[in-house]
């Protein structure tokens, strides 16, 4: 016979990672932010923990396809309720689809007729889709990262590993390398002097794209700070004689301005490396960041946030 789940928090983080996949702060289905390291926090206000979709009450399983993660005063909102609740004044109703239940919102008729697909064979439709598509004129904002690396390792193998780790990590393929001396992008060379190698000396530049809310810069923080967490790892198990991270943000008068020169300001750009991790004015009063950093100026416009996370800290630490 199969052991039932248990709803712990294993299995609790288990299911973050299948939801909301390496974010460390995410928005339930309601609405409201939930922080990962807030599991079954009640004195948080971002704290949240695992909630059965269809109630254990009317015979809902405990099993992935009916539990989902939310907000503790969501799931207090929601309680056993069946078919419809409310939950951060919004409704929702939850509907059996095939052989599991999901959470559906209460729309009106005309905004689900808003949200309707565009089918562009229907001349009607797509013309309608043109008349829509109207500049808003909003201030339009690009997240990057810059980190730079000193390696005394003559394989370039520890390049392509970082470089691929980075592609996992902030979950992009536009990730470009320069080598500092040389000046031009993708350049792995080596240098020597009489026989005699030095270390070298590349940038990596993660572009993170449009971030259009305080929560992605939140999340494109929190990912900078993983990174500087495992640089201690890399730092004592390979070849890195020094890793310093940068985390910055462009702001663009229309979203068409960006799409023109997002790439090659950011990859021109030069930045202040300040310690391990650094954030700019813009990341800075756009994240927690911001209070954190109260009380000290800067006048080259970067900030020191050599912040890492504990936990990640103690677990790594058993490997080195």
Known sequence: MKKPMDLNKETAMRLWVKQFGKRQKATDFAGREMAKAAYNDRGSKYGWNVDHIFPVSKGGKTADYNLICCHMQTNSE???RFPCFRANEKAFEIQKRQNHYEIVAK?????AEEEEIVNFLDAAQGLKCWKQCRSDNKKVFAGYVKIKVEISNESDQLLERYGNFLIELF???SIFVEDSRAGCINAMNSYRLYGRSYNRTFIFTVMAGEIPTKEDVENLLDDCVILNTYSAYFLNKTG???IQIACGMIC???RFEMFMKCKKEILERQV???ESLSVDELVKINTTAEKRLK????PNGWYPYNFIFT???KNLEKYI
Do not use: G, N, P, R
Request: net charge negative.
């Open 240 to 242: 890195f004689e020094s």
């Open 311 to 313: 936990e990640l800290k």
């Open 272 to 274: 202040t490396f300040i």
């Open 107 to 111: 729309v009106d008729d005309q905004k």
């Open 252 to 254: 663009y008068d229309s």
């Open 295 to 298: 009380d000290i100026l800067s």
């Open 78 to 80: 929601k309680a056993d």
């Open 171 to 173: 979950d992009t393929d």
